[in-house]
Every structure is written in structure tokens, then in C-alpha cells.
């Protein structure tokens, strides 16, 4: 399809356990972005890329939470040592590079750390 | 705090009404964008608003950013069962950072 992928759709982890997520955004959107959405609220965000450049990490909750883009296209978001409030759906998003466009979303992957 | 507040959280709307839904932020709104979710779903763009006293509208959705920019409503007309989901405002609210802010959510119902 033409949107953004993420897999898995659905993860379960114990406490302490790493996980990755992956994002496959729209060809050739420079911009990359992830955000973190808790039951009941809205997304947060976490990070931004511009191609494979990380401009914004600040949303990241602790060093714990990792995120890649080697080639400016596909993303991970890395997750070590799980814990309990790590759980919530990670949604990714790109968009065309500047200012007024809108993002486009991925379906998410729901995370549940047990 | 919230930086920006929806209202309200949760709304139940009888089949053919009309509703508003409001986004408001103490700092200026440099991008409004407008968002739909389904439970289980990804976000499913809808408007953006960039400019104060802008108005656009989609069928039977109009949104709205005020002049001073600080300000947005979400209005459905006759509101249909399709229409039922979460809507997020989420914004620009740093000129020249891509990042977005949402609001927490209004969770609409529409009943037959």
C-alpha cells in the first residue's frame, strides 16, 4: 500500500525484555516522526528524523528508548529493559520536508509489557 | 498542564444533530491540524488551518481558527454514524519545529 507500515501491530513483552519496533513510512517523505499515545490520551511525541538525522529527541522518556534511521527511510524504535509504563500504542508518522504539511500516520503498534 | 485542552472529553450526539467541538491553547497556534481516530487505528488526517480567521470545510465538517490564533472549533453537521471516533487537535505550537502537540481527545457517539 501507499501509507505508513508499522510491525508488529501487536506486541507483548515481559518486564525487562527488549523490543523493536519498525516503521516503513511513505516514499520519499524526508520527515519521520514518533510519537507515544497512552489509553485515554493524545499522541505524544518522542523523536523526529529529517532523512536519516535525528533533530529531536526530546520527547524520549528516558535512555531507555532508542531510535534509528540509517538510510533515511525505514525507523526503529528500540525499547531496552521494558517496564509496565512502557505500555501503549507507538504511532509513526512522515511527511514532505517544511512547514504546513500535514503528517501522515501509521495503524500503530500496541505494546502491552506484562 | 496541558498545552492545549480539548472540550469537551467525551460527547453522545443523537443521529442528524449538529456538534462543536473546541481546541484551545494559551500559546499561538503556528499549525492546527485536525484529526480523526478510529479505536485500534492510526490518525486520519482531515483539515489544517494555518492562518488566524481561516475557515475550511470537508462535506459536513467545518473547522475554524480564530483571529488571534489560539482558538479552533470542529463543527459536524447532521452528524451521521460514520462520523463516530476520537477527534485530536494537534498543533505546532514552536514556529519552525515540526513536532506536533495534541489535545487529549474528544471521544464522539453518535446513537441512531
Known amino acids: 500500500g501507499a501509507g505508513v507500515s508499522q510491525s508488529p501491530r501487536y506486541k507483548v513483552a515481559k518486564r525487562g525484555q527488549d523490543v523493536a519496533l519498525r516503521c516503513d513510512p511513505i516514499s520519499g517523505h524526508v520527515s519521520l516522526f514518533w510519537y507515544q499515545q497512552a489509553l485515554g490520551q493524545g499522541p505524544e511525541f518522542l523523536t523526529y528524523f529529517q532523512n536519516e538525522a535525528q533533530l529531536d529527541k526530546s520527547g524520549l522518556p528516558s535512555d531507555r528508548f532508542f531510535a534509528e534511521r540509517p538510510e533515511g527511510s525505514v525507523s526503529t524504535l528500540k525499547i531496552q529493559r521494558t517496564q509496565q509504563e512502557d505500555s501503549a500504542v507507538y504511532l509513526c508518522a512522515s511527511s514532505l520536508e517544511g512547514q504546513g504539511v500535514y503528517q501522515y500516520f501509521g495503524p500503530g503498534t500496541r505494546l502491552l509489557v506484562l | 498542564s496541558q498545552e492545549l485542552e480539548q472540550s469537551p472529553q467525551s460527547l453522545i450526539v443523537q443521529e442528524g444533530k449538529n456538534l462543536t467541538i473546541n481546541c484551545t491553547s494559551s500559546?499561538?497556534?503556528?499549525?492546527l491540524y485536525w484529526y480523526k481516530q478510529k479505536y485500534g487505528e492510526g490518525l486520519i488526517f482531515l483539515m489544517m488551518l494555518q492562518k488566524g480567521g481561516e475557515e475550511k470545510s470537508h462535506e459536513k465538517i467545518t473547522a475554524k481558527l480564530d483571529e488571534k490564533k489560539q482558538q479552533s472549533s470542529l463543527h459536524i453537521t447532521a452528524s451521521q454514524p460514520s462520523h463516530a471516533g476520537i477527534y485530536l487537535c494537534?498543533?505546532?505550537?514552536?514556529?519552525?519545529?515540526?513536532?506536533?502537540?495534541f489535545g487529549t481527545g474528544t471521544r464522539l457517539t453518535i446513537i441512531p
Open positions: 494537534g498543533a505546532d505550537l514552536n514556529f519552525g519545529n515540526e513536532k506536533l502537540t
Open positions: 500559546k499561538t497556534l503556528y499549525g
